[in-house]
């Protein structure tokens, strides 16, 4: 029986509903407030106000970028996307607030936050608890709370609801991606964690510096050992004080024996200098540098960046969700879920050219996937389809005709003559009698090399 969508929609599980027991709504509507959106995630210990969230925000960009489906492959080998929910969720559409990109990219910042990020499937055409066989129809991140043997808590955001709520879901059945930089970024003595705590020092004496205090010592022309005169001297500050205060543009006057010292000159200590230095230990671990940040960084930099940072990432997350999102038996059919990086994404548009012609004359693109890459409209002739080298003369082009200097005599063999006679053209197949004339008109040692000739081609001595 053929699955129509109707059959699909009496069949759709959503995993905030299928729990025990079920928590029945009615007329729920939440509103969020200040603008801001309830299904965004925001970043813990104060990351997104330092430099940290830059270097998230790039990384998850250039991850999201690559392009993730869901596909049959053969021998290994891709050989085409299936059409599924899965691969819609992959390419496109995710859930009802996020496409595809911002999804892979709240699950990149997500793991780099929190360490272990949880890709739960929301809607799924069937129960995923009653078979491996399901399609999956949305799905969101979610944050792990609490581990258990089989499961894990999971707090995700609902749109019903429009609120993150607590879901117990099995571990087969959610895809839990854990950061290959972990040990770099999640640990608590992480470079990561050290450059916080130096940022987070340097923000406090910035404060302090810059608190609007003005800092003075004011010499008084008497000493102040005694509490009569530590009285006087404070109802003194207290004026001046007032002074500053109530004048329109912060003007006092002291005695002319009273001397003034200011003191909010710059703190001298080298906490910028270890926050640059942590800095650029955490870049050479996550293999970045300053220029892939401000877009400056050459093809090579850029080349072992995707190698050894984006690779790893987005690596871990197909991997996982071939693992949870795909059952056996479909892995055993060739399903696959794979990412594919750009290759010419890195290469300036100057080598195109060159690259384009290496390309199409070993016969590994043709010209319209070319044509694809540089956003050019497909061309309609049939051979710009093909894996041909355009700059060879193919054997369906000449009709399976010998080249021209073959079918037409030298002209040696025009002009010479046999026995003093001159030759005439042939055309079509020669009678015997026109061979028996040629053969006769040969001298005896040309007939007795005719007779070798045909005695080894006829393997007959005689």
């Known amino acids: 029986m053929d699955t129509t969508i109707g059959s699909r929609l009496k069949k759709a599980v959503n995993v905030f509903l299928n729990r025990d027991p079920t928590e029945y709504r009615t007329n729920v509507i939440t509103y969020s407030n200040g603008g801001y959106r309830p299904d965004r995630r ?18 998850a960009l250039d991850v999201a970028s690559v392009n993730i489906s869901h596909c049959k492959t053969t021998d290994g080998k891709f050989e085409s996307e299936i059409k599924s929910g899965l691969n819609e969720c992959l390419k496109l559409d995710a859930n009802l607030d996020q496409t595809s990109r911002a999804f892979i990219q709240d699950v990149v910042v997500s793991m780099f936050d929190e360490g272990c990020v949880a890709v739960v499937p929301v809607d799924t055409d069937i129960n995923p608890n009653n078979s491996t066989s399901f399609d999956i129809l949305s799905m969101r991140t979610g944050k792990i709370t609490e581990w258990y043997p089989d499961s894990v808590k999971v707090n995700v955001y609902n749109q019903k609801t429009m609120k993150r709520e607590n879901v117990i879901i099995s571990k087969s059945k959610v895809a839990i991606i854990e950061n290959p930089f972990y040990s770099v970024m999640n640990e608590p003595n992480s470079t990561l964690s050290r450059l916080l705590n130096k940022l ?16 003075l010592i004011i010499q008084l022309p008497y000493s102040v050992k005694s509490a009569t005169r530590r009285s006087q001297a404070n109802d003194r500050v207290v004026d001046i004080e007032d002074q500053l205060k109530n004048s329109k543009y912060g003007i006092a006057y002291i005695d002319g ?3 003034v010292t200011q003191l909010n000159r710059p703190l001298e200590n080298n906490l910028m200098k270890q926050v640059e230095y942590w800095t650029s230990m955490l870049f050479s671990q996550l293999n970045m540098t300053q220029g892939i940040l401000d877009g ?22 197909t991997d996982e969700m071939k693992r949870k999102f795909l059952s056996k038996t ?21 080598d195109l050219a060159e ?37 060879l003369n193919h054997p369906e082009e000449s009709n399976n005709t010998l080249p021209d200097n073959q079918n037409e005599p030298t002209n040696d063999q025009e002009n010479e003559p046999i026995n003093g006679q001159e030759n005439e053209p042939v055309s079509g197949e020669m009678s015997e009698e026109e061979a028996q004339a040629i053969f006769e008109s040969l001298d005896e040692k040309q007939q007795q090399a005719m007779y070798v000739i045909i005695g080894e081609i006829l393997n007959d001595e005689t």
């Open 42 to 59: 925001r970043l813990t210990r104060g990351k997104d106000r330092t430099i940290v969230n830059t270097i998230f925000n790039r990384i």
């Open 200 to 215: 987070a020092l340097l923000d406090m004496v910035d404060d302090q510096t810059c608190s609007g205090k003005l800092d």
């Open 257 to 259: 024996t009273e001397k």
């Open 296 to 317: 400056t960084a050459d093809e090579a930099t850029m080349t072992n960046y995707y190698a050894r940072t984006i690779e790893p990432i987005i690596a871990g997350i």
């Open 330 to 350: 479909a892995r055993t059919q060739g399903q696959s879920i794979e990412y594919f990086i750009d290759p010419f994404r890195l290469i300036p548009p100057k």
């Open 355 to 391: 690259i384009a012609d290496k390309f199409t004359r070993n016969e590994i693109m043709t010209s319209n996937e070319f044509r694809q890459i540089i956003g050019r409209k497909p061309s309609n002739d049939p051979k710009a389809d093909q894996l041909i080298n355009s700059n």
